[in-house]
């Protein structure tokens, strides 16, 4: 691949994930209150994951009657909507205004039925301040935001323009606007994930994670900046909570940045720092993450192919696409996740992911090894079982032995 083509493409998602990020803290924040002191935020030792330790269900049952339990519930389920439709509107003005609506296929989770109705006025009144304030910053990323702010149909139309069911052919950008909605409302991790396909394979993703710091290098020789040619390095003790990472196809590359809005101390043009895989082939030493909800993922099928490859640590249960970025920069080895029979995956939770974690040295395949197709349009058809991803290889062949051995001991 030239080393220039989807340079614009990349560029452009990069930034748009960065004023995401801002604008998914911000209702994020607000939806917790104040109700999370520093010493609730707690750092692993080995600082791989920072997770808010009181969730906000805690908050809510600690001293509420039932009226107060449901209008709070109520309370949380209008900030996560309205930020999902706030990024997808965000997200989906600012690639049609860069590379012009009709040369754009976008292919996203959110659609506009509910924010449509009458009885929704409030919350469509929330998505349009929201995303005027978020496009208000553009020129603070690079981007060009509207002339002038933008109105309750032009904040719908972006929202549907987003209705694209992708496919075989030509190039379509794949967004999740809000991936891993329980750690959103729970004040844990999630992700805002872009990516672009064209011709059924990925070719550009972008995982904006705004609770998830990058790994901590005190010696990194390889901070560079591909998004812009000035740059300025702060020091790496003062590294903030949230990162965005990103990579292009048949790079062998993959990049992190700090997030930039807010209180960080980081301003754009944002250096960059290449990520990795870990290194760990011995499964002895290996940590394997899946989802936190056992809806979503089957945790005692998961738990005993770790233990016949011979995996100790416990599992590191994390929401969202942050688990392709703590493999991507070596935080874990193996991410698992087998729905139950039944559910079909969608491209927009593993797209970003699957690349940036391919081109920092891993691998993913579905549970019987083969490549995930991105070709079928929204979801992951003929997906086998599962997706295992790897640090390399080793690790890799295991885990796929593992899963074939069981799979023909029961049904024996
Ligand atoms: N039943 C079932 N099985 C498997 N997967 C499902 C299921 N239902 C939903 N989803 C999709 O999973 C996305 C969240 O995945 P997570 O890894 O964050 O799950 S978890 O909350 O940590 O358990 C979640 O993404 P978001 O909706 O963007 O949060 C869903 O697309
Ligand atoms: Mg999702
Ligand atoms: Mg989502
Ligand atoms: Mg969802």
Redesign the pocket.
């Known amino acids: 691949m030239e080393k220039e083509k989807y340079s614009d493409e990349l560029n452009v998602a990069v930034r748009v994930v960065h004023m995401a990020c801002g604008l998914c803290q911000k209702v994020q924040k607000g939806l917790l209150g104040n109700a999370l002191d520093d010493d609730e935020v707690k750092s692993k030792d080995d600082d791989s994951l920072v997770t808010i330790a009181v969730t906000l269900t805690v908050v809510v049952y600690a001293g509420a009657s039932n009226v107060g339990l449901v209008s709070t519930i109520q309370l949380v389920c209008g900030h996560t909507i309205y930020c999902?439709w706030s990024v997808q509107a965000t997200v989906s003005w600012i690639l049609s205004n860069t590379f012009g609506s009709e040369n754009v296929s976008i292919v996203a989770?959110e659609d506009v039925q509910t924010l449509s109705k009458p009885e929704s006025a409030g919350l469509l009144g929330k998505v349009v301040s929201t995303v005027n304030e978020c496009l208000a910053q553009a020129s603070r990323y690079g981007l060009k935001g509207p002339d002038k702010t933008l109105g309750p149909s032009e904040i719908l139309e972006a929202i549907s323009r987003c209705n694209s069911n992708g496919g075989p052919l030509g190039r379509h950008w794949v967004l999740?606007?809000?991936?891993?909605?329980?750690?959103?409302v729970r004040g844990g991790?999630?992700a805002v994930a872009l990516a672009l396909i064209d011709n059924a394979e990925v070719v550009v993703g972008v995982l904006g994670c705004p609770n998830y710091h990058m790994k901590r290098d005190r010696h990194n020789k390889q901070q560079q900046n591909h998004i812009s040619s000035e740059v300025s390095v702060p020091s790496p003790d003062m590294l903030e909570e949230g990162c965005v990472m990103y990579s292009k196809k048949g790079t062998g590359e993959a990049w992190v940045q700090p997030t930039v809005y807010g209180d960080s101390i980081y301003e754009w043009p944002n250096f960059a720092k290449q990520v990795r895989v870990s290194p760990i082939v011995d499964p002895a030493l290996a940590t394997f993450c899946?989802?936190?909800?056992?809806?979503?993922?089957n945790h005692s099928f998961a738990a005993g192919l770790a233990s016949s490859v011979g995996l100790r640590n416990k599992p590191l249960?994390?929401?969202?696409?942050?688990?392709y970025a703590a493999i991507a920069q070596g935080d874990a080895e193996i991410f698992m996740?087998f729905?139950?029979a039944g559910?079909k995956?969608?491209i927009?939770?593993h797209a970003a992911g699957v690349l940036i974690v391919q081109e920092a040295g891993g691998v993913v395949t579905d549970a019987g090894g083969r490549s995930l197709d991105f070709s079928k349009g929204i979801y992951l058809e003929s997906l086998d079982r599962g997706i295992v991803a790897c640090s390399g290889t080793k690790l890799h062949e295991k885990l796929i032995g593992a899963v074939y051995a069981s799979w023909e001991s029961s049904s024996l």
């Open positions: 999902d989770e999740d606007p809000v991936d891993g909605t329980l750690g959103f991790q999630y899946e989802p936190v909800e056992r809806a979503n993922s249960r994390v929401y969202s696409m942050v688990k996740k729905a139950r559910y995956e969608k927009w939770d």
